[in-house]
């Protein structure tokens, strides 16, 4: 009988590009690595309330530089990552609450459901431009997920239940006792000791921390499944 599978906290916001292309990289690496992948939705808005850090889409290089970063980091990753057009709209006004909301909600009830829809949303919002706020679009992308419309519209009315809006916070509050100050955070728990690291591109050094090996973004074995 081998070691215990170590412990990877994913915590992530659909509303944020870099928490797709962390995710699909560490989902690719769970039955590679001898881990135990918890993925944690949370609320992007509210860490950067609590760190008192800003989005950088504010600072007009850090903005235009990270539309080209994400794109090409994107296809060197094999997500199919597009900017959406109305870029200050969707992340500055219409936000993410009520899908991180029903993510919550999801991984209370399904948590075997939660890799799919988490996917869809990122797809909606970050490949085909496609709202996300509205109950139709999250219903969309759940039942594109592969659940049933009654399904999907009770975790809907769940997710604005005070239990599942006290998790997300519960969650939320969590990655910033870690030290987030954005998304995506993954927190490594091996040996005894927590890591905490910040982005998408810390995933060397996570297989160095955990002592596997890195075969790049796209390990041969799985593939890209995009």
């Given at each position: 009988?081998?070691?215990?599978?170590?412990?990877?906290?994913?915590?992530?916001?659909?509303?944020?590009?870099?928490?797709?292309?962390?995710?699909?990289?560490?989902?690719r690496?769970?039955?590679?690595?001898?881990?135990?992948?918890?993925?944690?939705?949370?609320?992007?808005?509210?860490?950067?309330?609590?760190?008192?850090?800003?989005?950088?889409?504010?600072?007009?290089?850090?903005?235009?530089?990270?539309?080209?970063?994400?794109?090409?980091?994107?296809?060197?990753?094999?997500?199919?990552?597009?900017?959406?057009?109305?870029?200050?709209?969707?992340?500055?006004?219409?936000?993410?609450?009520?899908?991180?909301?029903?993510?919550?909600?999801?991984?209370?009830e399904?948590?075997?459901?939660?890799?799919?829809?988490?996917?869809?949303?990122?797809?909606?919002?970050?490949?085909?431009?496609?709202?996300?706020?509205?109950?139709?679009?999250?219903?969309?992308?759940?039942?594109?997920?592969?659940?049933?419309?009654?399904?999907?519209?009770?975790?809907?009315?769940?997710a604005?239940?005070?239990?599942?809006?006290?998790?997300?916070?519960?969650?939320?509050d969590?990655?910033?006792k870690?030290?987030?100050?954005?998304?995506?955070?993954?927190?490594?728990h091996?040996?005894?000791?927590?890591?905490?690291?910040?982005?998408?591109?810390?995933?060397?050094?996570?297989?160095?921390?955990?002592?596997?090996?890195?075969?790049?973004?796209?390990?041969?074995?799985?593939?890209?499944?995009?």
């Amino acid at each position: 009988m081998g070691p215990a599978p170590r412990t990877l906290e994913l915590f992530y916001d659909v509303l944020s590009p870099y928490s797709w292309l962390g995710f699909e990289i560490l989902c690719r690496y769970k039955n590679i690595w001898n881990v135990h992948l918890q993925l944690r939705p949370s609320f992007i808005a509210g860490i950067m309330k609590d760190s008192g850090n800003r989005p950088p889409a504010l600072v007009p290089r850090k903005g235009k530089y990270m539309e080209a970063d994400v794109r090409r980091l994107g296809q060197h990753i094999q997500v199919p990552i597009n900017t959406p057009k109305d870029f200050f709209s969707v992340i500055l006004e219409k936000g993410s609450l009520s899908a991180m909301r029903f993510l919550t909600a999801l991984n209370l009830e399904h948590p075997e459901m939660l890799e799919k829809a988490s996917r869809e949303l990122w797809m909606r919002v970050w490949s085909r431009d496609e709202d996300i706020t509205e109950p139709q679009s999250i219903l969309a992308a759940a039942e594109k997920a592969g659940m049933s419309t009654e399904q999907a519209r009770r975790i809907l009315e769940k997710a604005s239940t005070t239990q599942v809006k006290n998790q997300l916070k519960e969650t939320t509050d969590a990655a910033c006792k870690y030290g987030a100050f954005g998304l995506p955070v993954t927190v490594a728990h091996v040996d005894g000791q927590t890591h905490m690291l910040f982005g998408c591109d810390r995933m060397e050094l996570l297989a160095y921390l955990l002592g596997e090996k890195w075969m790049g973004p796209v390990p041969p074995a799985v593939g890209s499944r995009l």
